[in-house]
Nanobody, 116 residues
Framework: QVQLVESGGGLVQPGGSLKLSCVVS????????MGWYRQAPGKQREQVAS???????TYADSVKGRFTISRDNAKKTVYLQMNSLKPEDTAVYYC????????WGWGQGTQVTVSS
């Protein structure tokens, strides 16, 4: 079965940066389009970035220009570089498949808190 292990979250001041990682096991990672999602308290989970291959990425308008998704197929890892963080970026961040109709079970997520 597929396992997703997210890491790299933490407490950061507004304007700061974090880099999240998600290690994927139990599937042929290189053939999977991947996405990063987040869920803030009281809100629905939303996809913020996705990657099919290094040249094909998409971003939610709320993070465009600040977040960068990337992947290392050899390490079976997808990354999310987050810059210029804002308090509204506070959420638990998860990785999963890009296609929301084909989601695997969710990992534990990693908490990102942006606060002064």
């Amino acid at each position: 079965q597929v396992q997703l292990v997210e890491s790299g979250g933490g407490l950061v001041q507004p304007g700061g940066s974090l880099k999240l990682s998600c290690v994927v096991s139990g599937t042929i990672f290189s053939s999977r389009a991947m996405g990063w999602y987040r869920q803030a308290p009281g809100k629905q989970r939303e996809q913020v970035a996705s990657i099919i291959n290094p040249g094909t990425t998409t971003y939610a308008d709320s993070v465009k220009g600040r977040f960068t998704i990337s992947r290392d197929n050899a390490k079976k890892t997808v990354y999310l570089q987050m810059n210029s963080l804002k308090p509204e970026d506070t959420a638990v961040y998860y990785c999963n498949r890009r296609d929301e109709s084909l989601l695997w079970g969710w990992g534990q997520g990693t908490q990102v808190t942006v606060s002064s």
